[in-house]
């Protein structure tokens, strides 16, 4: 059997990796701030996203609830992942149409202060653009995580994390890289995060943590 393609495949996703942390680490600050940000004043995260990044959107929001590691006991985190309710998102598809399927529970669960955390690898997915417009609508902040072209979702978002990659693998693998950073800088630090200045796109100004 021939390794290359192993080798070559795992050598790829760690210069995936190496590109988001050069061309994104901006973003990856902004996001984590404007999440702590949002805690502190008693808001939650909701997660959205189709397919892996479905997953993605339940794994994190788990991580967030639970904990990171066991080791570290701490509070839960308001987080909610909008991709899990079977009943309520074949009720929303049949009654309304699927592009309307995330939109729809930020209506219901989304409050101003919250933070929308939008993934999609191609940022064209129509369900996750809406749930985004809604919540500008509403004065949600946004966080997209996006792939290589960016898409309709990263136009719309207040931070986008574009992952240097068109490869649907590599850049999921590192959306997922980028959430777990996520949770354990907010579980580490939350308390002790210095004020970030983070460019507020579609509110006006520039915000700072």
């Known amino acids: 059997m021939n390794l290359d393609p192993i080798r070559e495949y795992l050598l790829e996703t760690s210069r995936t990796a190496a590109r988001t942390a050069e061309a994104c680490a901006e973003e990856i600050l902004g996001a984590t701030a404007a999440i702590v940000e949002s805690l502190r ?9 189709n397919g892996g990044s479905a997953g993605d959107a339940q794994h994190l929001a788990t991580e967030f609830v639970s904990t990171l590691t066991v080791d570290r006991r701490r ?5 909610i992942a909008l991709t899990t309710d ?4 074949t009720a929303v598809a049949n009654d309304f149409g699927f592009d309307g399927v995330f939109a ?6 989304g409050r101003e202060g919250d933070v929308l955390v939008g993934i999609s690898t191609s940022g064209n997915s129509e369900n996750v653009v809406q749930a985004f417009a809604r919540a500008r609508a509403a004065r949600i902040r946004t966080i997209a995580l996006t792939g290589e072209s960016g898409g309709k979702l990263g136009a719309l978002a207040d931070i986008e994390i574009n992952v240097p990659s068109s490869e649907t ?13 996520w949770v354990g800088f907010v579980q580490e630090h939350a308390l002790q995060l210095p004020h970030h200045r983070i460019e507020n796109r579609h509110m006006g100004g520039v915000d700072e943590f």
Do not use: F, N, Y
């Not at 079977?86 to 998102?89: E, N, T, Y």
């Open 41 to 49: 004043g008693g808001g939650k995260i909701l997660l959205c996203g």
């Open 104 to 109: 729809r529970q930020v209506d219901a669960l």
């Open 75 to 79: 509070d839960a985190i308001p987080a």
């Open 169 to 181: 693998s590599h850049v999921q693998e590192a959306h997922i890289a980028v959430g777990q950073q």
């Open 86 to 89: 079977s009943s309520l998102i």
